[in-house]
């Protein structure tokens, strides 16, 4: 088979479906090659497994930016629901709220661990680290040194499978910005006594404290497979088992042929004026001909791999956290996902209850490799250590594998991020890399849903009217506010770059 299209589009995630769906529904010809033989959304779609419904992850749905949000409604008008943000903390046997509330962190820590964490942050700010470097230094500047090794450093390097001094600030400001302990303990305090949540000192609600998020009924699957139907109807067309391997660009004629293969070893050509990738940058790098200049910057991108293993319990035991985050380094589980509390659809029947234990690891590691049966055992026991659920009261279980789910935030990746995106730039003018893997940026599904619009608007208007990678470079941009926020992509203008 062989086709062409003004543009095509490399994955049906949530970046990839929303540039298609934006393009298809302004006239423009558009392909859509996804690896995955079944199913698009990509990390966000909804996995099911005998009526049982599970998300790979957990994805709330809220934006600041009302063009992600109109399109949401404009997908799947009917079928959201709005549910309550709950997660806690499990740490050496106790529940900790989060967002924190300060009476009960008092009380499980006990007064003189309390009272020394609350020295060690006025420790850190009288002597702050200048221009942290660390995911370490960023954390100890902005709750200390004790707070960080009680409730940041385990679940960290259980999520990055590294030292917490060889992972970038970058992660750290992009996901906690506007938070430190002095937010919190006022946030906490005011939760304590149902004052409301809290905010920053700019008045922004502070992205960690957010309260209520909406829901696709289902999960998010749903929203991916309208939009994907959606698509359809506006012309486009979405190929299934499609792996691109090959990329080669004709910048005389401006023309990309595109190689694709099925599960079958059946290779398809494919042609187009347009590449939109989100595919991980390292694999993109590797599939272009002829081979890139930033090739070896781009090998040197790492991933972090996760598997979720759904443990389907007969149990009237319930809890009402859509997550629980697990720093005890007493187990290998780094969070609990409770389906129930995501929506109630996704438990078809009242009398069991489904948990989603997240276990993060490296592709080809011992986690990865050990048979389903023996990841089954391990989160039963860990379950049950924990105290969600009787190990005992299991009936049924599910392993989903999801590798490159993270993009590695190390000390080097900014370096390599920033020499593959001057030669794209410079080299490839009609290659838009987007999402979260393709551009190797931790983006959240809105953010990741603004780089495919942007990037569509773009080749819509003939030129780079927008700056996709500006994205979520400050981490207000996303969860800080009420859904729905007045911020417009006008903001998000490309400033043009001067090249050496």
Same mark, same amino acid.
């Given at each position: 088979?062989?086709?062409?299209?003004?543009?095509?589009?490399?994955?049906?995630?949530?970046?990839?479906?929303?540039?298609?769906?934006?393009?298809?529904?302004?006239?423009?010809?558009?392909?859509?090659?996804?690896?995955?033989?079944?199913?698009?959304?990509?990390?966000?779609?909804?996995?099911?497994?005998?009526?049982?419904?599970?998300?790979?992850?957990?994805?709330?749905?809220?934006?600041?930016?009302?063009?992600?949000?109109?399109?949401?409604?404009?997908?799947?008008?009917?079928?959201?629901?709005?549910?309550?943000?709950?997660?806690?903390?499990?740490?050496?046997?106790?529940?900790?709220?989060?967002?924190?509330?300060?009476?009960?962190?008092?009380?499980?820590?006990?007064?003189?661990?309390? *009272?020394?964490?609350?020295?060690?942050?006025?420790? *850190?700010?009288?002597?702050?680290?200048? &221009?942290?470097?660390?995911?370490?230094?960023?954390?100890?500047?902005?709750?200390?040194?004790?707070?960080?090794?009680?409730?940041?450093?385990?679940?960290?390097?259980?999520?990055?499978?590294?030292?917490?001094?060889?992972?970038? *600030?970058?992660?750290?400001?992009?996901?906690?910005?506007?938070?430190?302990?002095?937010?919190?303990?006022?946030?906490?305090?005011?939760?304590?006594?149902?004052?409301?949540?809290?905010?920053?000192?700019?008045?922004?609600?502070?992205?960690?404290?957010?309260?209520?998020?909406?829901?696709?009924?289902?999960?998010?699957?749903?929203?991916?497979?309208?939009?994907?139907?959606?698509?359809?109807?506006?012309?486009?067309?979405?190929?299934?088992?499609?792996?691109?391997?090959?990329?080669?660009?004709?910048?005389?004629?401006?023309?990309?042929?595109?190689?694709?293969?099925?599960? &079958?070893?059946?290779?398809?050509?494919?042609?187009?004026?347009?590449?939109?990738?989100?595919?991980?940058?390292?694999?993109?790098?590797?599939?272009?001909?002829?081979?890139? =200049?930033?090739?070896?910057?781009?090998?040197?991108?790492?991933?972090?791999?996760?598997?979720?293993?759904?443990?389907?319990?007969?149990?009237?035991?319930?809890?009402?956290? &859509?997550?629980?985050? =697990?720093?005890?380094?007493?187990?290998?589980?780094?969070?609990?996902?409770?389906?129930?509390?995501?929506?109630?659809?996704?438990?078809?029947?009242?009398?069991?209850?489904?948990?989603?234990?997240?276990?993060?690891?490296?592709?080809?590691?011992?986690?990865?490799?050990?048979?389903?049966?023996?990841?089954?055992?391990? *989160?039963?026991?860990?379950?049950?250590?924990?105290?969600?659920?009787?190990?005992?009261?299991?009936?049924?279980?599910?392993?989903?594998?999801?590798?490159?789910?993270?993009?590695?935030?190390?000390?080097?990746?900014?370096?390599?991020?920033?020499?593959?995106?001057?030669?794209?730039?410079?080299?490839?003018?009609?290659?838009?890399?987007?999402?979260? &893997?393709?551009?190797?940026?931790?983006?959240?599904?809105?953010?990741?849903?603004?780089?495919?619009?942007?990037?569509?608007?773009?080749?819509?208007?003939?030129?780079?009217?927008?700056?996709?990678?500006?994205?979520?470079?400050?981490?207000?941009?996303?969860?800080?506010?009420?859904?729905?926020?007045?911020?417009?992509?006008?903001?998000?203008?490309?400033?043009?770059?001067?090249?050496?």
């Amino acid at each position: 088979m062989s086709g062409h299209a003004d543009t095509i589009v490399i994955g049906a995630g949530p970046a990839g479906l929303t540039a298609a769906y934006t393009l298809a529904k302004s006239g423009f010809e558009v392909l859509v090659l996804e690896a995955d033989p079944r199913q698009v959304g990509g990390i966000s779609r909804t996995v099911e497994h005998n009526g049982f419904l599970f998300d790979i992850g957990g994805h709330r749905f809220f934006s600041k930016q009302k063009e992600v949000v109109d399109l949401w409604n404009e997908i799947l008008p009917d079928d959201f629901i709005e549910r309550p943000r709950l997660s806690r903390i499990y740490y050496k046997g106790r529940f900790y709220a989060y967002p924190l509330r300060a009476l009960e962190a008092l009380r499980n820590l006990g007064v003189l661990e309390s *009272a020394a964490c609350v020295l060690s942050y006025a420790a *850190a700010r009288l002597r702050p680290v200048r &221009n942290p470097k660390t995911f370490h230094e960023w954390v100890r500047n902005q709750f200390g040194e004790r707070l960080f090794s009680i409730f940041f450093k385990t679940y960290t390097e259980k999520v990055w499978g590294m030292d917490c001094d060889e992972i970038s *600030a970058d992660w750290a400001s992009q996901r906690i910005k506007g938070l430190d302990l002095r937010t919190a303990i006022l946030d906490g305090m005011k939760r304590s006594l149902g004052l409301g949540k809290g905010r920053a000192k700019d008045g922004e609600v502070v992205k960690t404290l957010i309260e209520s998020f909406r829901y696709p009924r289902r999960g998010p699957g749903m929203m991916w497979e309208a939009a994907a139907a959606k698509i359809r109807a506006f012309g486009g067309h979405i190929l299934m088992d499609r792996k691109v391997d090959g990329l080669s660009y004709d910048a005389k004629r401006g023309i990309w042929t595109v190689t694709a293969i099925r599960s &079958n070893g059946t290779r398809e050509t494919f042609t187009a004026r347009n590449v939109v990738s989100s595919a991980p940058l390292r694999e993109l790098a590797e599939a272009l001909t002829p081979r890139p =200049i930033s090739f070896f910057q781009a090998r040197l991108l790492k991933y972090r791999d996760f598997l979720t293993v759904a443990l389907i319990a007969r149990s009237d035991r319930s809890f009402p956290d &859509n997550w629980v985050y =697990i720093h005890d380094p007493s187990v290998l589980v780094g969070r609990v996902q409770n389906f129930r509390s995501w929506s109630p659809e996704m438990v078809p029947d009242e009398r069991y209850t489904c948990l989603g234990l997240e276990y993060f690891c490296f592709e080809g590691d011992g986690l990865w490799t050990m048979p389903d049966e023996e990841l089954v055992a391990l *989160a039963a026991h860990e379950i049950g250590r924990i105290g969600l659920i009787d190990p005992a009261d299991i009936v049924d279980a599910a392993v989903v594998r999801q590798p490159k789910a993270y993009p590695v935030y190390d000390d080097s990746y900014r370096a390599h991020v920033d020499a593959i995106r001057l030669d794209f730039d410079l080299n490839y003018p009609t290659l838009h890399p987007v999402g979260r &893997n393709g551009m190797h940026k931790y983006n959240n599904q809105d953010h990741a849903m603004m780089t495919g619009m942007l990037a569509a608007r773009n080749i819509m208007a003939g030129e780079r009217l927008y700056d996709t990678w500006s994205v979520n470079e400050d981490a207000e941009y996303a969860e800080a506010g009420a859904e729905g926020a007045q911020n417009s992509i006008s903001g998000l203008r490309l400033v043009p770059r001067k090249v050496a």
